[in-house]
């Protein structure tokens, strides 16, 4: 089992920065259970969508097409951790963010949530206009 908490979030104005962190804990001897390390975000009004994902040793990195050249993921894994850098922050970018984590992913699984069996337990991030 793995445990994963994200610390973090909080109210920032329209263009302003946050740094996400999202920490591993428990079997985390085991890299197939974060090989894969991602994160999400989810409004109230809306499915949760696909932000970044990286895998181990920054392989692989994927960034959704409506945050790239804003966010950047990046992970230290000697600590077990994945950072989210979220730049130019807009109103629309208001949403809790989860990280999660899993042992792979084929194609494009990385963007879909099921790919990941663990889950924190998500940090609020509000921008204001």
């Known amino acids: 089992q793995i445990q994963l908490e994200e610390s973090g979030g909080g109210l920032v104005q329209a263009g302003g920065s946050l740094q996400l962190s999202c920490a591993a804990s428990g079997r985390t001897s085991s890299t197939s259970n974060t090989y894969l390390m991602g994160w999400f975000r989810q409004t109230p009004r809306q499915e949760r969508e696909f932000v970044a994902a990286m895998t181990w040793r920054g392989e692989h990195t994927y960034i959704a097409d409506s945050m790239q050249g804003r966010f950047t993921i990046s992970r230290d894994d000697a600590k077990h951790m994945v950072f989210l850098q979220m730049n130019n922050l807009k109103p629309e970018d208001t949403a809790v963010y989860y990280c999660?984590?899993?042992?792979?992913?084929?194609?494009?699984?990385?963007?879909?949530?099921?790919?990941?069996?663990?889950w924190g337990q998500g940090t609020q991030v509000t921008v204001s206009s």
């Open positions: 999660a984590s899993g042992a792979g992913y084929s194609g494009n699984g990385y963007r879909v949530g099921s790919t990941y069996p663990y």
